[in-house]
């Protein structure tokens, strides 16, 4: 994305508030022009003094009164405009800023769980924060100072043409002869700037990481080797950065060169015209300040130009998170059912994720509304990716899944998830109080519901002893609460949400044989009349299911009931005959 493409869409960002963008530009051109008036001014005021050497020229003041109160009225416009524009271009800014960094979250939640599985976290959380950084610096920087400074180089050359071509004709050569080394100077740094950022972005990557597995860090003695770590990628940063910015400096100095040697060269150049009669002394002091006007307008625009060069990898990479197209998304004719039955179906379902081996093929299955559907099989075998189709976190290459005989990719996504409940693996909580994440799974739930939920759940005792209450912060991931405080929390927000579909993903997995015995107690209680899915590796928390499928590479090899299953002797009965010889070895014990 070239410099002035990607600085067009950072001014489109503005079209929330149009109107007042284009009031700030015109104040910026009205400020402008006015700036121009005080070389003119001041020329012609010289003239006037040199002209009063002449014993027959007219009295002074009648001729100077109406040049220093048009001064002072110029002025006294630039003073107020230029404080109303400082004063609303912050203000837009602000506010577009965070309309803006607002939409990014909003998409960003939108994309899809493939997509957070490949980006990290740390990542997008820098995007976010430096783009709209960046944003923001821009638009402050063009309605106070880089508008201004574009029209005042676009206008004041032209102007200085009128009053003295020959002159004019030397800030003209000098002007592009300095823009020509500015050029030079972005190309030699754009493609360094974006190896700069790269670096940043693993800076917050490792960062993040580190921070979210401090307890690792710890237990492992990882302090210094994640320090030495940062530290090598610090360093590989101010490596990266040094030449870019050995290179602005380099036009900092061209800017202050420039400035003493046009002033030198408009003395010279409107001596020898003054000696021929081509150029009076107003003329030359009025010169002397517009190069000194130019000059500060050309250090404002390479200001500009550096500036919009170091955020712009900032900026491509916080368009590219915004131009990315979920892959899963809802169809134009998507409707929203209310809350469904929950007879699921799986047709002919298949599904990879590189395109070459299948993750599931041919899955044909029905579960009925009230039915608990076990999934088992090896790790790998496909039967996350089932669920995770049927929670379109992808979707099947072939194959229809259907609820309540409608294809769930004709469901909207809202309406999908909030008639699909799951308990995860692993206990996902926010850093918020027990109630805020239980209302997760129902925003306007009671506190009545909300101990039903957790009494349920077997979460009620802990929550009244340990917090004192739904109030208590659960820290960050939840890290206050045991693995099986979480679980039962967890399972306790599944249960208030009601919904007309359940997921168990290995749900009792943290618990304790005592409390995993209660929390299933409670949730063969809410199963029933309700479809569940539950993916079980300890097959003896599937005793009771419906039907159970066992999954092997991608597929389905058998189905039945447990006891069905086991007297079948085959794929499964394996599965259930090496875990009761491991669970017996383990109540064994280790030999004498």
């Not at 869409?9 to 121009?36: D, K, M, P, T, Y």
């Not at 200085?160 to 500015?182: E, K, M, P, Y």
């Not at 579960?367 to 999934?375: D, F, M, Q, R, Y």
């Not at 909580?429 to 101990?451: Q, S, Y």
Request: glycine content about 8%; proline content about 3%.
């Amino acid at each position: 994305m070239d410099i002035l493409r990607l600085y067009g869409r950072v001014l489109a960002l503005l079209g929330g508030e149009r109107r007042l963008a284009w009031a700030l530009a015109f104040a910026n051109v009205a400020l402008a022009s006015a700036q121009f008036a005080e070389p003119v001014l001041l020329g012609r005021i010289i003239d006037r003094l040199t002209g009063m050497e002449n014993p027959a020229a007219a009295p002074l003041w009648p001729q100077l009164v109406p040049l220093l109160a048009a001064w002072a009225g110029f002025g006294l416009f630039t003073i107020v405009c230029g404080t109303l524009i400082a004063l609303h271009a912050d203000r837009l800014a602000h506010r577009r800023r965070q309309a803006v960094l607002t939409d990014y979250f909003e998409h960003v939640l939108q994309l899809p769980l493939s997509y957070h599985g490949n980006t990290h976290s740390g990542r997008l959380m820098k995007v976010m924060l430096q783009g709209t950084d960046s944003l923001w610096g821009l638009w402050v920087g063009l309605f106070r100072d880089h508008l201004s400074s574009f029209v005042s180089l676009l206008v004041l050359l032209p102007v200085s043409l009128v009053i003295n071509w020959r002159l004019a004709l030397l800030l003209i050569v000098l002007t592009i002869f300095f823009g020509l080394l500015t050029a030079l100077i972005v190309r030699k740094t754009e493609s360094l700037q974006g190896s700069v950022e790269h670096h940043y972005a693993d800076l917050a990557e490792r960062a993040a990481d580190t921070l979210g597995n401090i307890a690792l860090v710890q237990s492992f003695a990882r302090l210094e080797a994640e320090v030495t770590d940062l530290r090598r990628i610090v360093n590989r940063l101010l490596a990266a950065q040094m030449p870019v910015l050995s290179w602005w400096a380099l036009a900092v100095v061209l800017t202050r060169t420039s400035t003493t040697l046009t002033v030198l060269a408009i003395i010279i150049l409107g001596t020898l015209l003054h000696i021929e009669g081509q150029a009076t002394i107003g003329e030359m002091v009025a010169f002397m300040t517009f190069a000194s006007l130019i000059i500060a307008r050309l250090e404002q625009t390479v200001s500009f130009v550096s500036r919009v060069v170091l955020e712009a990898p900032r900026l491509a990479e916080f368009f590219q998170v915004c131009d990315t197209v979920p892959a899963i998304r809802d169809l134009p004719d998507a409707v929203d059912p209310g809350r469904l039955v929950g007879l699921v179906e799986f047709r002919d379902v298949s599904f990879s994720y590189n395109g070459q081996q299948p993750a599931v093929e041919g899955l044909n299955f029905k579960a009925l509304p009230g039915e608990t559907i076990a999934l088992v099989g090896a790790t790998g075998a496909g039967k996350s990716t089932a669920i995770a189709l049927l929670d379109r976190a992808f979707d099947p290459q072939s194959g229809v899944i259907e609820i309540d005989g409608v294809d769930i990719r004709h469901l909207t996504l809202e309406a999908l998830h909030r008639n699909i409940g799951v308990v995860f693996q692993e206990a996902l909580l926010f850093n918020r109080t027990i109630a805020e994440n239980l209302r997760v799974g129902k925003p306007d739930a009671t506190e009545a519901e909300l101990r039903a939920a957790a009494a349920g759940a077997q979460a009620l005792a802990f929550i009244e002893h340990k917090f004192q209450g739904f109030e208590g912060l659960v820290g960050e991931r939840g890290r206050s609460l045991s693995g099986g405080e979480r679980q039962r929390l967890s399972i306790a927000r599944a249960l208030l949400k009601d919904p007309p579909i359940l997921i168990l993903d290995e749900a009792t997995s943290a618990l304790d044989a005592d409390t995993e015995a209660k929390v299933m107690k409670a949730l063969d209680e809410v199963m029933r009349n309700r479809t569940t899915f539950v993916i079980a590796h300890r097959l003896s928390t599937i005793r009771d299911a419906s039907r159970i499928l066992v999954f092997e590479a991608g597929r389905i090899v058998e189905t039945g009931t447990f006891d069905d299953l086991v007297k079948a002797n085959g794929r499964f009965a394996s599965l259930a005959r090496a875990q009761f010889i491991a669970a017996r070895a383990d109540a064994a014990g280790p030999p004498a």
